[in-house]
């Protein structure tokens, strides 16, 4: 049998050659003619897998080492058979951590006190989740909209997204990319709905592109000098919208999930999963050795804000400052440590927060 896997995902090289034949390619060169003779293919979110790539192959099984799965055409699959799994969570640490840093960025160069601040949060799934005890633990009011949860878990403390964004300083999204259903995501963040949202508020999307409409943010930002804004993602990357980048506090190339704990999850998630559907024997993987048992020390820390300042200076990975393409920057990351990736052996205050946001404190 064939697999075909993308080779930016670390540490696979190797675990599958004893069971199949397989074949690395970058995801962008994974298409129809190399597929066609595959029967696993392993992603990430650079190779589209739809009808086009997929008629005619022999494929059943696909396994993307992602949380998003917007690239996996999901109908297509399930109406022929293929079997498709992501990992979800897998970098959700990783993704809190670069909006945490971006908040430090922002509150600081405001001059800003946390504890006055409403935080509007989109989505409140894995990535959300973490984001709600993000903003607990700097003392925000937090303030959460997910409507498919809220109505299949009766819960009744969310509100609607009109609310949430009437009401934050701070709005971030963390759900899907979905153009169908009752909540479709796409273009959530329309000229609309930034009428409704306060002129001085700070927008961050570490989601999909096409949650804002960077049309529409374009022109608010120029209408509204006193708005910030924060974006991981892109309506059409890698080619960005160099103006709305210019205009970002926060710009940068689809790296919010890049830490070294988010890349080794998902690709035990994605070699679990395969061993699981072919019954291949292998359990308990990790990659050897595992590059997550030596943990960073942290030796002091003022607070919470400084604390988060010190494990990721997010202007290190600034489209305008990085000296490589999109892409490029994005397959020679130098995966950062996520919060669970430090113990820090002093803070003078919010002691009782550390653990909160997955820090080992000791
Ligand atoms: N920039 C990056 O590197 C990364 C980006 N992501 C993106 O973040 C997204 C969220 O990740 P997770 O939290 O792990 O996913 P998740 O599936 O755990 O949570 C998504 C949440 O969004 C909610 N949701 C769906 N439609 C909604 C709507 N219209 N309004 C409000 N809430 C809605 C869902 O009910 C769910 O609770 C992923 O789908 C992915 O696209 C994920 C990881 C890294
Ligand atoms: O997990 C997701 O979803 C993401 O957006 C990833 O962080 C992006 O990872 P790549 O698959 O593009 O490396």
């Given at each position: 049998m064939k697999l075909v896997a993308d080779s930016h995902i670390p540490y696979l090289k190797g675990v599958f050659e004893p069971f199949f034949d397989v074949e690395y390619l970058p995801g962008h060169r994974i298409n129809q003619e190399v597929v066609k003779d595959a029967d696993v293919l392993i992603i990430r979110t650079?190779?589209?897998?739809?009808?086009?790539?997929?008629?005619?192959?022999?494929?059943?099984?696909?396994?993307?080492?992602?949380?998003?799965?917007?690239?996996?055409?999901?109908?297509?699959?399930?109406?022929?058979?293929?079997?498709?799994?992501?990992?979800?969570?897998?970098?959700?640490?990783?993704?809190?951590?670069?909006?945490?840093?971006?908040?430090?960025?922002?509150?600081?160069?405001?001059h800003l006190n946390p504890k006055t601040l409403t935080i509007g949060i989109v989505g409140i799934g894995n990535v959300g989740s973490k984001v709600v005890a993000l903003g607990n633990a700097l003392g925000m009011n937090v303030v959460c909209c997910d409507p498919p949860r809220a109505e299949r878990e009766n819960i009744k403390s969310f509100v609607d997204l009109h609310e949430l964004l009437k009401v934050s300083d701070i709005i971030t999204f963390h759900v899907p990319l979905t153009r169908a259903g009752n909540y479709p995501t796409y273009h959530m963040l329309s000229s609309k709905n930034l009428a409704l949202c306060k002129p001085t508020a700070y927008f961050l999307n570490s989601s999909r592109g096409g949650v804002v409409d960077e049309v529409a943010l374009l022109s608010y930002l120029e209408q509204n000098p006193n708005v910030a804004v924060a974006l991981d993602v892109w309506e059409n990357e890698p080619d960005l919208n160099l103006e709305l980048a210019k205009r970002c506090l926060v710009a940068t190339p689809h790296i919010a999930g890049y830490s070294l704990e988010g890349k080794v999850m998902a690709t035990k998630m994605v070699v679990d999963a395969v061993s699981r559907y072919f019954n291949l024997g292998i359990t308990l993987w990790w990659p050897t050795p595992n590059p997550l048992t030596e943990k960073q020390v942290i030796a002091s820390a003022k607070n919470i804000l400084d604390l988060i300042g010190k494990t990721y200076r997010i202007e290190s990975d600034d489209i305008r400052i990085i000296d490589k393409d999109f892409e490029d920057y994005r397959n020679t990351y130098n995966y950062r440590r996520d919060f669970t990736g430090f113990k820090v052996l002093k803070i003078e205050e919010d002691a009782e927060k550390v653990g909160m946001l997955g820090f080992e404190l000791g």
């Amino acid at each position: 049998m064939k697999l075909v896997a993308d080779s930016h995902i670390p540490y696979l090289k190797g675990v599958f050659e004893p069971f199949f034949d397989v074949e690395y390619l970058p995801g962008h060169r994974i298409n129809q003619e190399v597929v066609k003779d595959a029967d696993v293919l392993i992603i990430r979110t650079r190779t589209t897998c739809n009808q086009d790539l997929l008629q005619g192959s022999r494929v059943k099984f696909i396994a993307s080492a992602t949380i998003g799965y917007d690239h996996i055409d999901t109908q297509y699959c399930d109406s022929n058979g293929i079997r498709w799994v992501t990992a979800p969570g897998c970098n959700a640490a990783a993704v809190q951590q670069w909006l945490g840093a971006a908040l430090v960025k922002w509150i600081s160069s405001k001059h800003l006190n946390p504890k006055t601040l409403t935080i509007g949060i989109v989505g409140i799934g894995n990535v959300g989740s973490k984001v709600v005890a993000l903003g607990n633990a700097l003392g925000m009011n937090v303030v959460c909209c997910d409507p498919p949860r809220a109505e299949r878990e009766n819960i009744k403390s969310f509100v609607d997204l009109h609310e949430l964004l009437k009401v934050s300083d701070i709005i971030t999204f963390h759900v899907p990319l979905t153009r169908a259903g009752n909540y479709p995501t796409y273009h959530m963040l329309s000229s609309k709905n930034l009428a409704l949202c306060k002129p001085t508020a700070y927008f961050l999307n570490s989601s999909r592109g096409g949650v804002v409409d960077e049309v529409a943010l374009l022109s608010y930002l120029e209408q509204n000098p006193n708005v910030a804004v924060a974006l991981d993602v892109w309506e059409n990357e890698p080619d960005l919208n160099l103006e709305l980048a210019k205009r970002c506090l926060v710009a940068t190339p689809h790296i919010a999930g890049y830490s070294l704990e988010g890349k080794v999850m998902a690709t035990k998630m994605v070699v679990d999963a395969v061993s699981r559907y072919f019954n291949l024997g292998i359990t308990l993987w990790w990659p050897t050795p595992n590059p997550l048992t030596e943990k960073q020390v942290i030796a002091s820390a003022k607070n919470i804000l400084d604390l988060i300042g010190k494990t990721y200076r997010i202007e290190s990975d600034d489209i305008r400052i990085i000296d490589k393409d999109f892409e490029d920057y994005r397959n020679t990351y130098n995966y950062r440590r996520d919060f669970t990736g430090f113990k820090v052996l002093k803070i003078e205050e919010d002691a009782e927060k550390v653990g909160m946001l997955g820090f080992e404190l000791g």
